[in-house]
């Protein structure tokens, strides 16, 4: 069931996953080695936000802070720090605008993708500058027509 959970994209609350697991992960600390059942606790419930963040970042293109938190059962300042953990380690693309608490998810764009849209700009400038080239020497002609008698 947990399984299932993780790999669907959908949020999964953490409060109500760990009320449903907490009491296998404390049988887990009687057993031999089970002292790693905190630790375990802590690397689920990373995951678990990991997994939630992802699934937001592929619902959402723009989302406000406060609202991530909410999906994340996180307060404002630990979901920052997940998603920026996130972002830094190239996890996904996301921009987060502080002063209006807002984030921006993007898709990864591959070269080609990127160069194709700087070619386009270029393409457009250039025929900006041809127009703009052509209706100076129009101008130039018209006003030299006008000074001859």
Known sequence: MLLKQVVTMEVIQWTSLWNKYKDEFEKEKSMVGGSLGDKAGEDLKLRIIEHNILVVSKYYSRITLKRLAELLCLSIEEAEKHLSE??????????????????????????????????????????????SCHQIHKE???HKAALRP
């Open 86 to 131: 996130m972002v830094v380690s190239k996890a996904l693309i996301a921009k987060i605008d502080r002063p209006s608490g807002i984030v921006c998810f993007q898709v990864s764009k591959d070269s080609n993708e990127i160069l194709n849209s700087w070619a386009v700009n270029l393409e457009k400038l250039l025929d900006l500058v041809e127009k």
């Open 140 to 142: 130039t002609m018209v």
